[in-house]
């Protein structure tokens, strides 16, 4: 099945060039089918590319879903063509009043920031509580994953004493969950952060549930008990280049980075990357919207309210 987007946004093109079904507005209108209603809280500065892969992996599921995108009113990004936002992307205030079947919260380059000093801070505690009523489940990824923690249950993001780069393996702590059914013993993700959360920090907490880890790069994913909240730390969602283009633009930047780890062959960046978690992003997606959003979310979504 389909995910259906705009007609002319940008992702279209590159995603029917992979080979990836999307339908157009105008075909999903004659389908007498409710879709999933989603809305994506796009945090990272580069919102064409963010949107790119997230929409890869939803697209990949049977389920339509119909998606919309979101900006913070109360900080302008300033590295995309404002055209693009007035065109695709909504506020908060000209959603607020709707209700979705599942929201996904990004992450954003801000983690060495305290919270309280994010620009749209406020903003996005507005949002986060309007998602309790509003929205059925909802995915956290990265710093949208430590913001969120911090807000719901007041678990405090470190910083670490080196930044948290590379693809790692990780391994499932509760194998029955849904979430993760399918998985590999090891599967493998890509990280890319200054933060990170505690183990302890989440097991002391009897509303949250930890799914994933990594002897290397800790915490992966968890979700709280009433399957309204999901978190995840790295970004599985990463095309095969990511990595080395944020690791080229640090380099050119005379920052002191090291070579994202277990990316490269022999560490070297002269060679391209050999991808690794793409079956790994596949089955989040799609284990989230089929197990936590498509079954258990209600036909009339007024019933949120």
């Given at each position: 099945m389909p995910i259906k987007i705009p007609n002319t946004l940008p992702a279209r093109t590159t995603l029917e060039n992979e080979n990836i079904f999307v339908m157009t507005e105008h075909r999903a209108m004659h389908q007498n089918i409710r879709p999933?209603?989603?809305?994506?809280?796009?945090?990272?500065?580069?919102?064409?590319?963010?949107?790119?892969?997230?929409?890869?992996?939803?697209?990949?599921?049977?389920?339509?879903?119909?998606?919309?995108?979101?900006?913070?009113?109360?900080?302008?990004?300033?590295?995309?063509?404002?055209?693009?936002?007035?065109?695709?992307?909504?506020?908060?205030?000209?959603?607020k009043t709707n209700s979705y079947d599942g929201m996904i919260i990004t992450g954003a380059p801000v983690e060495n920031l305290d919270f309280s000093d994010v620009d749209y801070w406020d903003e996005l505690c507005e949002?986060?509580?309007?998602s309790k009523s509003h929205v059925h489940a909802t995915l956290h990824i990265c710093w949208g994953a430590q913001a969120g923690l911090f807000y719901h249950y007041g678990i405090e993001k470190y910083t670490l004493p080196e930044k948290m780069f590379g693809v790692f393996p990780h391994k499932v702590v509760r194998p029955r969950s849904p979430w993760f059914r399918g998985f590999d013993d090891v599967f493998y993700a890509p990280h890319s952060r200054y933060t990170a959360i505690q183990e302890e920090d989440i097991l002391a907490r009897p509303n949250l549930q930890l799914l994933a880890t990594s002897e290397e790069a800790g915490v992966f994913a968890l979700k709280s008990c009433d399957n309204r909240r999901f978190f995840i730390m790295g970004h599985p969602e990463y095309d095969a280049e990511t990595l080395a283009l944020e690791y080229q633009r640090d380099v050119s930047c005379g920052k002191c980075i090291a070579v994202p780890a277990h990316y490269f062959p022999?560490?070297?960046?002269?060679?391209?990357?050999?991808?690794?978690?793409?079956?790994t992003a596949q089955l989040l997606y799609s284990n989230w919207l089929n197990y936590y959003v498509y079954q258990s979310t209600p036909y009339d979504l007024r019933k949120l309210l």
């Open positions: 999933l209603k989603l809305i994506i809280l796009n945090l990272m500065p580069t919102k064409i590319v963010t949107e790119t892969q997230l929409l890869r992996q939803l697209a990949n599921t049977p389920l339509q879903i119909q998606v919309e995108l979101l900006q913070t009113a109360s900080y302008v990004p300033q590295h995309i063509d404002q055209n693009h936002l007035s065109t695709f992307y909504r506020t908060f205030k000209q959603v949002i986060m509580e309007w022999n560490d070297n960046p002269s060679q391209p990357p050999c991808v690794n978690w793409r079956s």
